[in-house]
């Protein structure tokens, strides 16, 4: 039995409860939750510990975080708090944004920005790393952490500091995934500690910038907090501890007034805005949908996010100068010569597949997985690893003179959100529908999931993006009847098909829905899933339709080592594929052409200037 799954009907295919990621393993959620959620999802997520990423930059990636951050020095990472709290602080200083330091003074020098700002983000990245691979070293560091945390809360910690919101949010996050993902008896107690000693710093609701500076500020850092991030984890720790403190506070950073409320009304508010942190707070929106039923927060995230989109590279990354631009004005294409900082990558690709995650499981829509796999091909996996002296990747450059480098300042934020979003790879990858499963991303991996009392695995081989195949096989203990959903990107050629066991299906596969096989599946079962990538041109925006980078299925391709090349559409277009190398001729040589992960030191450029 067959059946293609239109998006309408996508849709309508199942109008579950939402269950927090890792709840289904844990059994904590049933324990400690004062709710369910009022939202309605389509779909929900798998446990972190249900997907396997297999060998592939996926993996290489994630192994490559979680091996750093559990090698890191705990002293080092506690030493803020422990400073602070004026109990010993043995261990090195970390250094850059990450250590107290007399010499900040922001703009011009931000060393001592946030001392223990990331903190919570590497406790998080190690909590979802260990879901994800139930390795006891990792949840005996996690253990460690929490402990040595607890003991360092204080309320001096936040006396002179900058942005307290900013590093509560994150230490929220990582207490309550401690508690959640590892099985932290300790989390859920520190948390409600540092809430103690947060709350008598945190402003009475959530403030813009222009709100901020109107307040008196000792320097310009102190109208940089981020109130408006807060509610999402707030939502969560609730949900995760039951104590309604934690709702009562993110209902009151809820910034309706001035994001959501015109963003729900289809008032685009983004321009000039913090890119990464306004793309943060659609997450809390999705948040206050999901435990509130609010309809105007998800009218909210999912306009917001619209409007991300419309404003978005050619490899889906947004925020040139970490801001938004005015639609209409070009701002795009001007960013291309006067800043490399376009795209802050490891946190806005973070944020991005959040809010993703949230809108494919609220409205099963699968053009969200189209933009996920964008970022990912396009920027995230092509971020540079952490070094262990804390120099981070964070700008993907698209300056028409265009290079890969560290940030200068060791441990900023995006030291913080990179092994978050590489943990969450998995659990970004498929979904579960009512009726079965969707395959969202198409990477090397193996889902493991319990049906009708029956564990099934699929498992799915690819070297996708490079290539356009896509094998899984099913394994069951016994036959069961369930859909299998693979996610039909909107670029998908004709030639895209779909074989179960050999033999062609004919159902249909249009672009930018979900291709449904309903059918009894047992042990042994093959799909064979080819997309046809199509090779195609973007304008980086409608002021600029000269102005054009070139595209192949879902990877975005840069010319390397050759900044002055001129190209005509017809070359860019006949570019020819070898490997994980594109060539194209120009006027005056052949030009070789990478994807992002796959360029090291040379020059590049993103996009090219075309005769119309
Ligand atoms: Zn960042």
């Known amino acids: 039995m067959r059946k293609r799954l239109s998006r309408r009907s996508f849709l309508k295919s199942g109008v579950g409860t939402a269950v927090a990621a890792g709840a289904l393993r844990s059994g904590l959620l049933a324990q400690t939750t004062a709710t369910v959620d009022k939202g309605p999802t389509v779909l929900r997520q798998f446990a972190y510990s249900d997907v396997q990423l297999l060998d592939g930059p996926m993996l290489g990636q994630f192994r490559a975080n979680h091996e750093f951050f559990l090698a890191i020095d705990e002293d080092a990472l506690l030493k803020p708090f422990r400073q602070r709290a004026g109990l010993a602080a043995p261990g090195p200083d970390m250094g850059g944004w990450y250590s107290w330091s007399d ?266 997985g189209d933009s996920m796999e964008k970022v990912l091909y396009n920027t995230i996996l092509g971020a540079d690893p952490l070094q262990p002296s804390g120099f981070s990747f964070y700008y993907s450059d698209y300056n028409n003179h265009g290079a890969k480098v560290y940030y200068p300042e060791k441990w900023p934020c995006c030291s913080g959100t990179f092994p978050q979003v590489t943990a969450d790879y998995g659990i970004s990858s498929y979904f579960r529908s009512n009726d079965g499963v969707l395959v969202n991303l198409f990477v090397p991996s193996r889902l493991s999931f319990d049906l009708k009392g029956t564990r099934v695995t699929l498992e799915q081989q690819t070297s996708y993006p490079y290539s356009n195949e896509v094998t899984l096989h099913v394994t069951a203990e016994t036959p069961q009847t369930f859909a299998i959903a693979l996610r039909v990107p909107a670029w998908a050629g004709p030639h895209t098909s779909l074989a179960i066991n050999g033999r062609r299906w004919e159902g249909d596969l249009h672009p930018a829905t979900a291709a449904s096989v309903q059918r009894e599946w047992k042990t042994g079962d093959t799909i064979e899933y080819s997309l046809d990538r199509t090779m195609r041109l973007e304008a980086v925006d409608a002021q600029h339709p000269n102005t054009v980078a070139l595209i192949d299925g879902p990877l975005t391709l840069f010319a390397t080592n050759s900044p002055e090349s001129r190209f005509t559409r017809a070359q860019l277009l006949a570019a020819r594929q070898n490997g994980s190398l594109w060539i194209a001729d120009s006027a005056i040589a052949p030009v070789t052409f990478k994807g992002f992960p796959d360029i090291r030191h040379e020059e590049y450029r993103l996009y090219h200037e075309v005769a119309g």
């Open 103 to 368: 010499e900040f003074d922001p703009p011009n020098n931000m060393t001592g920005y946030v001392p223990g700002h990331t903190f919570g983000q590497y406790l998080s990245g190690l909590a979802r790393a260990y879901a994800a691979t139930g390795d006891q070293p990792t949840q005996a560091k996690i253990h460690r952490l929490v402990q040595g945390f607890a003991e360092a809360i204080s309320p001096k910690f936040y006396v002179g500091y900058p942005l307290p919101c900013y590093t509560f949010d994150k230490i929220n996050c990582g207490l309550i995934d401690a508690h959640q993902f590892a099985q932290d008896s300790g989390a859920l107690p520190a948390l409600s500690r540092a809430t103690d000693a947060v709350i008598p710093y945190l402003p009475p609701h959530a403030l813009t910038r222009p709100e901020m500076a109107a307040r008196p500020h000792p320097n310009i850092s102190y109208t940089w907090d981020e109130s408006y991030t807060l509610p999402e984890n707030f939502f969560l720790a609730w949900k995760r501890s039951g104590d309604k403190r934690y709702f009562d506070l993110a209902r009151r950073f809820l910034q309706d007034t001035d994001y959501f409320d015109p963003l729900a009304a289809g008032d685009n508010v983004l321009p000039h805005r913090h890119a990464y942190s306004h793309v943060n707070a659609l997450s809390s929106a999705s948040q206050a949908y999901l435990v509130m039923g609010s309809e105007k927060h998800l009218r909210a995230a999912r306009n917001g996010l619209g409007f991300v989109l419309a404003q978005s590279f050619a490899t889906g990354g947004w925020g040139p100068n970490e801001s938004f631009v005015e639609p209409g004005s070009g701002g795009l294409a001007d960013s291309l010569n006067t800043t490399h900082a376009s795209f802050e990558t490891p946190c806005g690709a973070y944020g991005h597949f959040k809010i993703v995650r949230y809108l494919m499981r609220i409205t099963g829509d699968t053009r969200y």
